[in-house]
């Protein structure tokens, strides 16, 4: 209790510090200077702030000290006492000083040259800044309007591991194509893409296409890249490791733009969890084929996926556009039916996405059935899917028996006890990487896109989905999932005690670092 009070003192100081002193710090050099005089401003009332917590911490270290000194018969708890008080100065203190003075410096930094860019582009200050607080929110709120929840004239499955069906669509293009993909291999389809993009391109379209700057770093070098560079398409890159040390210092290298974005002339959308690379994915070949799920969607919901693209290109180095149009409102007696784009990442709220799932399991009356390949939930989510099963829904959940991360799949294998426990049924795809990410409530409703139910998509990740109501998808999709657990092997509470007593201890090891998994 001693060692935990001098922490929140110095965690209060820092908190009330920043409200009393940075912040209004920041709003005068707003004020007297601009965005580059706030930078200042926030820069030097942190510095203040976090000097202050930190010289609190030291003192409190050496006063600690001065006071066993004095006591010679406790210098076994001097020794432990003062060492957890060095850790906590040397460990946590230190360094959040040092990371909360540049963190908010960088994002200032990063605003001005956002808004700055699109100051170039021919935008007012006012008007600017008005874009930029709208391109770095969530698509759902950013869309505060009622056409949040718009519609679909028309959605189909497409397949998955082919790029004909975007490519012919591409080819048929008029006015604008936008891509962006997590990973984009120059194989057959991304050559496939990238051409199509160079056609288009030469024919007097508007192309742009981004790529996370971990997940295609590959694809940035390579003279397919340059080909489509001098071909006219405007290319850019999300989060960029360019600049490593840069990265380390002012964000995180494990925050990534996981999304699979494919938007031709504002019309046609294409949502799911394959990335721009054949099914063979060669640099993981040994786990092929990798087994996904696409949807081509048709309809002003399609409007909503090019605010998640604008969100994401704005934010970039390259040239900023301005946002679409927000979607005319829909009539009761439009076809079609009710869907929304979902889009989150780790500048929203937190736990969002467990929040959805949360409601989806709890709104479930029937069954669920859910495909990820990756499985480390929050306590959320796994109490929601426990709970759902032990209220009499049938929870089925179908994964990979071969995953492309052993740590993963250690960590996801832990929970399978808890799972089968209450009654959900677990089912392991073998033919090769189950990769479609899918989740179905009482054949009417589906979720599918880029998230994974795992801590990373949770948190670290910037994903893209889509939540629709209808039947007739749904049943395409649950067909889809039933294809899956035909080509799957049941897992049993009897398997599991078949597992060697060590293989217990090591996935439950994993588990406890799927924070960072």
Sequence with gaps: QQDMVPTAISQLIEQVGKVFLALPMAYIGNQMGGVAMGAAGALLGTTIVEGIALLYMILLYFRRRSRFDAIPQLAPEQNASTKRIAEQLMVIAIPITIGSCIVPFSQFIDSAMLVNRCVASGLTHDAAVETYGV????????????????????????????????????????????????????DETGHNIAQALIRAAQRGVKCRAMVDGLGSRALVHSPLWKAMEAAGVEVAVALPLSHPIRVLLTSRIDLRNHRKITIIDRQITYCGSQNCADEAFLPKARFAPWVDIMLRVQGPVVAQMQWVFASDWNQSEAQPFPPPEPPPLPCAEDSGFAAVVIAEGPTERARSTSQLM??????????????????????????????????????????PARNDSAFVAAASRSYYQRLLTAGVQIHEFTPGLLHAKTLCVDGQVTLLGSTNLDLRSFDLNFENNILLQDAAITAAVRQRQDDYMAQSHPVTLKDLKAWPWWLHIWNNLLAMMSPVL
């Design 135 to 186: 391109f770095s929110g969530m698509v759902i709120r950013l869309i505060n309007i009622p056409t949040a929840l718009s519609l679909a004239v028309s959605m189909s499955l497409v397949p998955a591991i082919s790029s004909a069906w975007a490519v012919q669509d591409m080819d048929a293009v008029q006015h604008e194509i936008h891509v962006l993909y997590y990973i984009w291999l120059d």
């Design 358 to 399: 949360l409601q989806l399991l709890a709104c479930a009356q029937q069954e669920v059935v859910i495909s990820t390949p990756y499985f480390v939930p929050d306590a959320t989510v796994l109490d929601a899917l426990c709970a759902a099963a032990w209220r009499g829904v049938t929870v089925r959940m179908i994964f």
